[in-house]
Each structure stands twice: as structure tokens, then as C-alpha cells.
């Protein structure tokens, strides 16, 4: 049986019914937060720009079971209520301390793609239209 993943020792189920200015305090736009999701510390920067959501994650420690999915529907979700035009996640798997070969596998095959960004160096990227 599946633990249930939690953020921050919260269900995930309950962070989705919160408020919608509390969920957009949690995010503390402009501001890298950190933050722990199943066995995941997470450190992260959510950004707008016009229509879109960026989420650059700096740095994952931890996970593989299904922290990444989890909180990918998570932010659709969150872009979609809100009305932005696509999610761009910005993934800083290639320049890290460590990188970790499997999570930059994991990322290409999920449609991201290996790019010199002008403002992060190389990452892998991808904007997800909604």
C-alpha cells in the first residue's frame, strides 16, 4: 500500500482546498522556498510572466516515488484555476553538485529538453501548454 505523498506534513488533498490566496501565499512568487514533498526536499522558484507559470526547480534531494508526478498535476492544477497559458518548468539537473543520471533520464523522457537558457546556463525545459 501507497503512503499518501504530503507536503510539508500536509495531505495534498488538503493543500488543494485551501483558499486560493493562501495557496498563492505558499508560493511566495519572485522567492526561492524550500519545501518537502514525500521523501523530497525541494528547492523551488515560482515566477508569471504574462500568461505563463515558470517553475525553476533548483535543487531535488531524495523522492522516486512519484514526488515529481505528484506535484506536476499539483501546479497544472494550480495554472489552470488561475487561468495561465502554459507552465514553463525550468529543471537545473545538469549543472547541480551532484547530478543524478536518473533524474536527467526521467526528465528527457518526460519531454524535457536538454537547453542553454540566457538567464540559467544549461537546463532541461519544458513548457507545458495548457
Not at 65 to 70: I, P, T
Not at 74 to 96: M, P, Q
Request: hydrophobic fraction near 45%; charged fraction near 25%.
Amino acid at each position: 500500500m501507497r503512503r499518501e505523498l504530503r507536503i510539508e506534513g500536509i495531505a495534498l488533498n488538503t493543500v488543494r482546498e485551501l483558499p486560493l490566496e493562501d495557496q498563492d501565499a505558499l508560493l511566495r512568487f519572485g522567492s526561492p522556498i524550500s519545501f518537502a514533498i514525500g521523501s523530497a526536499t525541494i528547492l523551488a522558484e515560482f515566477n508569471r510572466y504574462g500568461g505563463e507559470l515558470r517553475v525553476n526547480l533548483a535543487h531535488i534531494d531524495g523522492g522516486g516515488e512519484g514526488v515529481l508526478l505528484a506535484l506536476w498535476k499539483l501546479v497544472r492544477t494550480y495554472a489552470e484555476e488561475r487561468g495561465f497559458d502554459a507552465i514553463r518548468w525550468n529543471v537545473h539537473a545538469l549543472t547541480c553538485a551532484e547530478p543524478n543520471p536518473k533524474l536527467q533520464r526521467f526528465l528527457a523522457a518526460n519531454g524535457f529538453a536538454e537547453v542553454d537558457d540566457a538567464q540559467y546556463g544549461r537546463i532541461f525545459m519544458r513548457r507545458q501548454m495548457l
